[in-house]
């Protein structure tokens, strides 16, 4: 695969950008570049087990997806498959020699913002900004899943030892994709596991072999019940769920620094009531803590689910809460460092390679890589520079597309290095 | 039209709850019952001014209405007209005798409520609960409407004196329909004005010729405009808006009570947020104030403006607020109340018949009255009890289908008293 | 006594304002003017019951009020017993004909409020402004013992039927000392009760001869434990007494309006905390709920509680809520009300004479009057019209002298028409 | 002076803590001490300047302070001096050679904080504990000031190069009293400036050559003033300042954690309000912010005054902000530090010296710090362990004393090894 048509892969998904476990046109896409290559490609139950996610959306959003998929001509068994049986793509490539099984993970799921719409924004100026209303490309996915075809497709000469296995995984937004595709035994007999996230605010050329400050994570829903009532005629008679929301959105984001590690609180969305003159019945928290130890954490989550529960007393509505995602931290081995390092200098880009990169976020990867390390092997997550012209989940956000061949080169100069 | 076509006219209108300014369904059904009956009819702008109504429903969400109202089979051409034009019906109906004209109010609009499925509740038993998920006829406006369809249909013989203005209105919740017919000069004229309002609480062959304790009431909306952020990567760099709509909530509660007059303050809805990880970029909020005497109303409403402002300050975050409606408190003529008791007592029903009830809520008929009030007319505001199973805007609320042959009669022998 | 003595003595009980059962200095004053007059006098345990009462100021601060007495020349052996055994002072006054028991109230204690130093106010003018710094006469009680002592002495000739019972009471503010005379059976064998108030907002010569609209009241604290720890090297380690306070108050104030009755909520002290850099392990509110109707008073002190624990449990910190005072609604007799009202018509006020007043605030003479209409006696509240420069509570409040002749002239004919 | 005499000093001391600008007691017993030996002392405006001084304690405030130091037997004119111009003693100390200007801190100022009553507590069993209810030695400075004093007697000898200058200062909690000492220039041409410090949870025996992690910190009071109502009558008059303060605490702890380095914020005590029935007029907050990185804390105190002021807004309430002291963060000498590393091992700790330990805590010994190293010269900050039994700032804190002389012992070999 030359360079521009990774790129125009690479647009094509940024176009058509699909949130958690909707990414059914980008499987689909996935498939179809897969085909005609010598590998062993597993789908549905093989590949994920949806039973148990939580959150999971229903019927009919992912129905309005596969819509946008079959229009675009895909097949439409493949697509009422991947709607019915989930979107994670499992794809087994075998080396024409014996070695290791690595684990490669390329993340495919897209936000739920507004993207710029600016000619000051590539994407924007150059006609590959998202044609889907409210969700975007915002963290480099597009570009992960482009990268990921582009290796399979440069692999498929097998002048490699051991196998590749390339997991391509939906959900990593909110932490859930990771672990339903281990459950389904996505991560058995892996021996070296890498993921590589484009951009971190890293100039194009530069490559990070592992990082440090990965962040566990917890994200949670809270769904408060109180009781309407008119807000007129009898307020005394309703159990306000906005206040009680309201009143535990200060008090998680008031929580405490923790002097022992760093950590992070974010109620991120509030979906409250009715109407102006009802005293709102229920509400809605989507919340997150965060830590670089794992322990604090927990313990943090445990501080914010008694914030939750107190501010619901308070007012006398009941309240549920559910956690609906997360990952641990995570410390990359340092051999499996030294060989990215090594095949970095062998791709040409040895001058700007850097040992570890500081994350400062999650990534479900780290589920990935603690299952493999648990069963002996080893883990390393790569950041790939990519001069990004905005943060991470800004409207503006943008990857150099000079930053993809990087990250094919290195990855096909790991492999074959063994 | 006997008792039963009086039933079925409200049950139809109570399975098709049609929401503020779109009650296009409801309004082609007036339109088809007023039909062949001896009245002048104003639709369009002649009936109401759409221009400047705040948070006016978007042209999708109107037109999913009017979908409806087409499958229903009313006439495309009057459908698309009520869709684009407005929704309010005013039609005159001229007596044999010279004589007053007599406006009477039936509003037509339902609420963003949920209807109990529930065989204890009687629309669900019968067969006429809401067929549209999520609306609901939780105030009784469908009764109002069949009653005045019942009215106009019984004053077809036309032996009165002067002239009966029937205001079929749109958005009384929320406090924007009255204010639009009046800018189209729907008030223009008119002599005596009288609103029925069935339920409040009352028993069934009770009416309350007048009432008070109408709250004035303003309605608002605050749009938060903060900046978005990855919660983990620089929380720093985001300025939260949901932390400030949250604190401007409690603060709105927490704005003290007035000695001088009873007031209320809701903020009945809360939407901030895009996921979990992002640094809430904006928030919205839907709120009111009220209180039975209009000045301490307008001294709380910027007590409420100030409250936000403050709030948004607090997070660094932007904040627009909208007068999105309102009604003012109402004062019934002592003359007009006399003569709705004196027809109570021709129809039958005096021995339960009451001067005053008190109401504790807001109704936007409060407008009309205070347009006819300053042009030297008479105004009241009356009540039909109708032992409603529940308070009014809960799932369970329902009204006893007695109470509207009651308010035919009375509304009858008052015009015809003259 | 005449007019210029009357002054004299409300001007040195203002200049001398004692708090809630540390009245001693006043309470020697008034047992001094007692002296010499035919009357029983009961003090101490006869007089008040002082276990059980909530928060009852410490010895060492009783000490500090009872140096004041000393150092004005009261007699030690007076001082130290009002100081021990409390400050309430019950006299008997019989007529020399038979004839009902009488009970009027006067109560005696100041406010913890600093008293304005401007020549525009005039016991700042006038030399008689507070010299207890912190303290003052901000609600009349000056005035209301100055009338007691003042009708003591004129009706010391006996020329009435019945008995007379001044009740001197301490702790009307906060409302405890109602209760605890109550309870040394004060209010036994009462037939008629009066309690006089100045001031409310009417002008001097205005007499009320009943009110409305008196709100039952609960008094509570809360207290707050958390567990320190220094607010930079382990905040975690915290429980943060302060911020459940803060979160407290914000929730109590937030509480919903009735549409049963007028209610008020009031935080009026909040004090947590050591230092800038220790996490606060303590906090204490002072807060306050009523309602004009005793039943909604009490389910909104079952919220207020509600509210406070669910704060603390948000925090993870303990929490005790103590009531320390309360007073119920009241509805004064109509015999009564019309007894007052003739016998200001005979005293020359009659032109100025209303029926009722409307009060909108709490005084604990209400257990008193509750007690008595218990009996079989009768109750009422009288309103003496001061027009006080600014409003109770206020450190520019003050009355206008000429209002005390006019208290002291109206219970004199109350009295003696029997 | 033998162990047995630095033990008793430090006994003495922690029987006997003063608060900041109030250790009035403390540097008598320090003048004392350093009679007779061959020193040059500065005190009053020589050793700081108050004029400017943030929050000093009032005159009363600390008149009561020097009338302990007047009963146990101090000199009346230097403790009238001390109260009058200041508590800061800066003592200087010449060598018999030429050489450096060494400047040793010495922090002598208590926390507000009640020492535990426990036997489990040496200084109850050992019957040292405070004496001055409500203030404790709960930081160690009672042994640094005794460090000093021995050290000085030590050093008398003057066999060492250079001058050794004692700096003892107050009010190191709250960060004030580095800064006034500066402005005295008490600073002025220091070669080498190094601080100790007891505890930090290290072990007795260790010593940390330097520190990191030291916050750079900005103390602030703000002080809120509405208007006072009466809770029932008219709590619609009222501007209430508690809300406003208790708003500003909630939104100052929900203040964002930062990516780009350390933070904190502590709002430490809040007091506000008179009384239950009246709407607060004032309110008081005393607060922190912190950081590891000095332009951080900037931001941080920057974002924790709007949020003051527009809490201030929402209720329509006055507020007015002082920084009432503050530190910076502190980098260590290399050069500095590996001194001290040979001095610990010349004095025979050197197996349990660490060359940096981590602080997480703010000391305004940066500021001397800073000034220092603007003008070339070195600085350090050193941790003598002290198997603290409790954390910092707890009732329960406690230093072996074992600790006192190997911090002597250490800054005796420094000085001497040149």
Request: proline fraction near 5%; glycine fraction near 12%; aromatic fraction near 6%.
């Amino acid at each position: 695969m030359n360079r521009d048509e990774l790129t125009a892969i690479r647009r094509d998904l940024h176009a058509h950008p699909e949130p958690a476990f909707c990414e059914i046109r980008t499987a689909a896409t996935v498939l179809d570049r897969l085909r005609g290559l010598p590998v062993r490609v597993r789908t549905g139950a093989e590949a994920m087990t949806v039973p148990g996610i939580p959150a999971y959306p229903s019927d009919a959003v992912r129905s309005g997806f596969a819509e946008h998929a079959l229009r675009d001509g895909h097949d439409p068994a493949t697509v009422a498959s991947l709607a019915a049986d989930g979107t994670a793509v499992v794809a087994d490539l075998e080396g024409s020699r014996p070695g290791p099984v690595w684990g490669l993970r390329f993340d495919m799921d897209a936000l739920p913002i507004g993207e710029a719409d600016d000619p000051a924004h590539p994407p924007a100026a150059h006609g590959f900004r998202s044609s889907y209303d409210g969700f975007m490309h915002a963290c480099g996915h597009d570009g992960h899943t482009a990268i990921g075809l582009a290796l399979a497709s440069r692999l498929a000469d097998r002048d490699f030892a051991g196998t590749v296995r390339f997991l391509f995984q939906p959900a990593e937004e909110g932490g859930r994709g990771a672990r339903a595709m281990i459950a389904a035994g996505a991560a058995d007999g892996v021996d070296k596991f890498v993921a590589v996230h484009l951009g971190l605010d890293q100039p194009v050329g530069t490559v990070g072999a592992g990082i440090e400050g990965i962040l566990a994570t917890t994200k949670m829903r809270a769904y408060f019940t109180g009781r309407a009532a008119h807000a007129a005629a009898a307020p005394q008679e309703g159990r306000n769920a906005l206040l009680a929301a309201a009143t535990a959105t200060l008090g998680v984001h008031a929580l405490p620094r923790y002097s022992t590690a760093d950590t992070r609180v974010n109620v991120g969305t509030l979906h409250a009531g009715d109407n102006f003159n009802i005293i709102a019945a229920h509400a809605e928290l989507a919340l997150e803590a965060r830590s670089t130890d794992g322990a604090v954490n927990e313990d943090l989550t445990g501080r914010v689910k008694q914030v939750i529960k107190g501010a619901a007393a308070m007012h006398g509505v009941e309240v549920r809460i559910e956690e609906t995602g997360g990952s641990t931290s995570m410390v990359c081995d340092a051999e499996l460092v030294r060989d990215v390092v090594a095949a970095c200098h062998a791709a040409g880009y040895g001058s700007q390679t850097l040992e570890t990169v500081h994350m400062g976020g999650s990534d479900d990867a780290s589920l990935f890589a603690a299952a493999v390390q648990q069963s002996g092997g080893l883990a390393t997550y790569a950041v790939v520079g990519g001069s990004n012209a905005a943060p991470h989940h800004n409207p503006y956000f943008d990857i150099d597309e000079g930053a993809l061949p990087v990250a094919v080169d290195m990855l096909d100069k790991l492999i074959r290095n063994g």
